[in-house]
């Protein structure tokens, strides 16, 4: 690949402006965790949907994305789709609840709604969840573009990823990685755009890709026995991951819980929603364009080979490859925020009430520099699973999520739920997760040859979320029903999702002097128009 002195110097100009503007944020020398974790609760709408957008996609997702579009076709984006019906939901439903009840952390909510050892279990979940799907994928995803476009080792390139976004994202906290995330996710959506562009103008047009590529490349929906995209599992399993991930995730929620007041948080995840369907555009087409000018470059390699070839010239190179910077470094500094506040409010400060704010964002960095050190020792696990890293992303999403699904999903509806049904659904649940995927890593490294696990590990991961998530909703229930709540097992949230929907109907049988909720029903109704548009088109 041939990278100017302009391309680089273009790539200079973004580090020096996002780390700049990381630094600028990072300068006040008083902070509290609120500050620190949720940019002092004082988002609007527009830095809470960007930050939303900017903290999910990542290297993953361009080469992931376009991965599995070169070998599948548009199916793989039936995931971005599921992801803004959740989002939706969100917004109007989930958010209202968080806010009201003002927690830091997800696993402080756990506790408010639950008990403390809710708290206590989810928070562990979270932390190893970030290690095996957000920083590890992310850092071998980043690795390995960056092998390919400037031939760097990939564990060294993983560590430069690291120490760059960590010069301001440990020091500045969420007010400077919000800030940031305006500039990184306007840059990766132009530079995806760019690159898109190009390569349709490459291969001759739409019309032209269409013709070159087979026609169940264009359609979405699969057959049930499909070993990567069932429909059965597209529109009943993908929710159940997509629910874990947007609604109940720290990662994303903290996103959220940095917003001003409920309509700020509510129409950032509209905005986000919205963001969400440019990928499809963006992320798998290049694809399917990389499968028509590229077809050796398989799998991973389709989205590298799009940068590395001649596609680009000089100047533009720089620019879609800082968009790729941006969005990995947005990720990463998300995750690391997150896993820091997790550790410093549901660990080390219930043991330790008397520490000071200052002594607490100190624990907050140091044990966010130790999550690093874990997670690049840990990049080359990822290739065990899959040469497809967005599938290896979304199997390993599917083992894990039905529990905390299933127990958010619960307590949100019924007050009734205990905080011992809760706690044994996440256990039992995550064991039965994490053998599964056991199972999957021994017969992957043909280290068994047993007829009963290889016919286990051949259930698809998203008919295997359905069956988990069933599983732990007779389970919590029974468990609910047949053990009576502890007194100290009593919900302290008091606002659930029957209370937020009779607050919508209301709201809607006011619309006259609410113009507010006419503009979001209004933006909510032309996103799910749109999807429907999109599934009628490649059906």
Not at 48 to 60: P, Q
Not at 317 to 324: D, E, N, R, S, T
Not at 435 to 457: A, D, G, K, Y
Request: net charge positive; glycine share 6%; proline share 3%.
């Amino acid at each position: 690949m041939s990278f100017s002195i302009f391309d680089s110097l273009i790539l200079a100009a973004y580090l020096t402006v996002v780390l700049s503007i990381g630094f600028f944020y990072s300068r006040k020398k008083e902070k509290t965790t609120e500050d620190y974790f949720l940019a002092g609760r004082n988002s609007g709408w527009v830095a809470v949907g960007l930050s939303i957008f900017a903290t999910n996609i990542s290297s993953e997702h361009f080469i992931g994305l376009a991965g599995a579009g070169a070998s599948r076709g548009f199916a793989v984006a039936q995931f971005e789709l599921m992801a803004i019906f959740i989002l939706i939901i969100l917004g109007w439903f989930i958010a209202p609840i968080l806010l009201k009840s003002g927690v830091q952390t997800m696993p402080e909510f756990l506790e408010k709604r639950f008990d403390r050892r809710s708290r206590k279990v989810f928070a562990v979940i979270s932390i190893v969840t970030y290690l095996f799907t957000k920083i590890t994928v992310t850092l071998f995803a980043g690795g390995l573009l960056f092998t390919k476009i400037f031939g760097i080792n990939i564990y060294t390139s993983a560590i430069i990823i690291v120490l760059i976004t960590g010069l301001y994202s440990v020091t500045g906290g969420a007010t400077a990685i919000v800030k940031t995330h305006y500039i990184q996710a306007i840059l990766m959506i132009l530079g995806a755009v760019t690159l898109t562009l190009f390569g349709l103008h490459e291969v001759g047009g739409f019309s032209a890709l269409q013709a070159k590529l087979p026609a169940d490349f264009f359609s979405m929906f699969k057959g049930v026995s499909d070993p990567d995209y069932p429909w059965t599992g597209i529109i009943f399993g993908a929710p159940i991951i997509a629910f874990w991930y947007w609604c109940t995730d720290q990662f994303i929620v903290q996103r959220l819980l940095s917003a001003k007041n409920i309509e700020n948080a509510r129409r950032g995840s509209l905005l986000a929603a919205f963001l969400k369907i440019t990928p499809i555009f963006i992320l798998v087409l290049p694809g399917l364009i990389s499968a028509v000018l590229y077809p050796d470059a398989k799998g991973d390699d389709a989205y590298p080979a799009l940068i590395t070839s001649n596609l680009l010239p000089v100047g533009v190179k720089g620019f879609v490859v800082a968009g790729l910077l941006a969005a990995i470094m947005s990720s990463l500094a998300s995750a690391f925020n997150s896993s820091s506040a997790i550790f410093t409010n549901d660990y080390y400060k219930p043991r330790n009430p008397e520490s000071s704010e200052r002594k607490l964002v100190l624990i907050g960095r140091l044990a966010t520099m130790v999550t690093v050190v874990g997670a690049i020792l840990m990049v080359s696990f990822v290739k065990l699973i899959s040469s497809q890293v967005y599938l290896f992303l979304q199997s390993v999403q599917a083992f894990i999520s039905p529990p905390i699904t299933a127990v958010f999903i619960f307590g949100l509806l019924f007050k009734r739920i205990t905080g011992r049904a809760a706690i044994w659904t996440l256990i039992i649940g995550e064991i039965i997760g994490i053998f599964r995927l056991t199972t999957q890593l021994l017969v992957q490294m043909n280290m068994t040859t047993s007829p009963l696990i290889i016919n286990f590990v051949s259930i698809n991961f998203l008919h295997f979320a359905i069956l988990l998530f069933l599983f732990c909703s007779v389970l919590i229930l029974v468990l609910s029903f047949a053990f009576k709540a502890e007194k100290k097992e009593i919900s302290r949230v008091s606002f659930l999702f029957p209370d937020t929907f009779r607050e919508i109907k209301f709201n809607l049988n006011h619309l006259g002097s609410v113009s507010r909720d006419r503009s979001n029903i209004v933006i909510s109704a032309f996103i799910l128009l749109l999807i429907i548009g999109l599934w009628s088109l490649w059906n």
